[in-house]
């Protein structure tokens, strides 16, 4: 009895430093960044490429949009992206309508989203955040300010 409980022992102690070892090699991931949007076009955020080796694992994408009064969003996601530019998985986050905001002689709609997530890239994989708003009549419309920030961890 005595071995069994000292070899337990052993192994609960080697589980517990297996799990340290991998908690120290994990380290937290956080990027912020502004949309690329031009005119009448989508907007997109390219975030960084996951380096050779490493994994990074998402938990929070939030994002930040203005547009102008009579657009409707048409889409908005966090995607990621392969090295060939095809898309190996996407999420369409939660947005919701905050204000109407008048700035200059323009009155804007502004959303936002703050979503609990899961969403994986490996190495030469990219996180693209991407958001397009339409007109009435099916014609895309200026996106006059996209933000978008994304958190976990890289392992």
Do not use: E, W
Not at 42 to 62: L, M, W, Y
Not at 77 to 84: I, K
Not at 131 to 153: E, K, P
């Amino acid at each position: 009895m005595r071995v069994f409980r000292a070899a337990v022992a052993m192994l609960a102690g080697l589980g517990a430093l297996l799990l340290a070892s991998a908690a120290a090699q994990a380290a937290d991931y956080q990027h912020y960044r502004d949309g690329a949007c031009p005119t009448g076009g989508g907007c997109a955020i390219n975030f960084p490429v996951v380096p050779a080796g490493k994994t990074v694992r998402i938990d929070n994408f939030s994002c930040y949009l203005r547009i102008p009064t009579g657009l409707s969003v048409g889409a908005l996601q966090l995607v990621v992206v392969n090295a060939n530019g095809s898309r190996a998985f996407a999420t369409t986050p939660n947005l919701a309508f905050q204000s109407i905001v008048k700035i200059g002689a323009t009155t804007q709609q502004v959303h936002t989203s703050n979503d609990t997530i899961r969403a994986v890239a490996r190495p030469t994989q990219v996180f693209r955040a991407y958001v397009n708003a339409y007109d009435g009549n099916g014609t895309l419309g200026r996106v006059l300010q996209f933000s978008c920030g994304i958190s976990g961890t890289v392992v």
